[in-house]
T-cell receptor, first 113, second 111 residues
Framework: DTEVTQTPKHLVMGMTNKKSLKCEQH?????MYWYKQKAKKPPELMFV???????INESVPSRFSPECPNSSLLNLHLHALQPEDSALYLC????????????FGQGTRLTVV | EDQVTQSPEALRLQEGESSSLNCSYT??????LFWYRQDPGKGPEFLFT?????EEKEKERLKATLTKKESFLHITAPKPEDSATYLC????????????WGLGTSLAVNP
């Protein structure tokens, strides 16, 4: 199984809503990542978890809150987002942090209205 | 400053018309160069890792090569299903090995 599964595939939320994005992998990878991608731009790193601990936070606003409940799961909690946060949110995993051959999920297309 | 530059920004080919995409990089102590393919609205799909100058990797109609300053992704006799954005990335020189991405080449192959 070489899949990273993200749910939901699409999400529309209002600026006062709270929602969560979910990511799951069963490859035994110990590093998991959240990326944000805008149209015609490369992925932009948001967070890295290594062995279930937050390793990198790329100065992401606090309205994005990551969580890693166990080695297979990664969540991204969203609260009070702005329209400019609309983007494709990608989860990825790799064997370990510093092993950049990452497997990406299909993404969640988020629209903030 | 670590940097990755891809060219061309966009490329349109006829089916069967071979060509190459370029990825030039500036990073201290290269620790790998990675090629990904991305279809619209989907996550990137890992293609190749190259670690040292002179190294080559092949997969179907794609061949990636690496020199000390750049990498090429050669596409031989492309088909319409090869249409996608091709991204390259290198780990930064720091300890966290964060990926530095190019802006990608958008490839369209016409039947």
């Amino acid at each position: 199984d070489t899949e990273v599964t993200q749910t939901p595939k699409h999400l529309v939320m209002g600026m006062t809503n709270k929602k969560s994005l979910k990511c799951e992998q069963h490859m035994g990878h110990r590093a998991m990542y959240w990326y944000k991608q805008k149209a015609k731009k490369p992925p932009e790193l948001m967070f890295v978890y290594s062995y279930e601990k937050l390793s990198i936070n790329e100065s992401v606003p606090s309205r994005f809150s990551p969580e890693c409940p166990n080695s297979s799961l990664l969540n991204l909690h969203l609260h009070a987002l702005q329209p400019e946060d609309s983007a494709l949110y990608l989860c990825a995993s790799s064997q370990a942090q510093g092993v950049p051959e990452a497997f990406f999920g299909q993404g969640t297309r988020l629209t903030v209205v | 400053e670590d940097q990755v530059t891809q060219s061309p920004e966009a490329l349109r080919l006829q089916e069967g018309e071979s060509s190459s995409l370029n990825c030039s990089y500036t990073v201290s102590g290269l620790r790998g160069l990675f090629w990904y393919r991305q279809d619209p609205g989907k996550g990137p799909e890992f293609l190749f890792t190259l670690y040292s100058a002179g190294e080559e990797k092949e997969k179907e109609r794609l061949k990636a090569t690496l020199t000390k300053k750049e990498s090429f992704l050669h596409i031989t006799a492309p088909k319409p299903e090869d249409s996608a954005t091709y991204l390259c990335a290198v780990p930064n020189a720091g300890n966290n090995r964060k990926l530095i991405w190019g802006l990608g080449t958008s490839l369209a192959v016409n039947p």
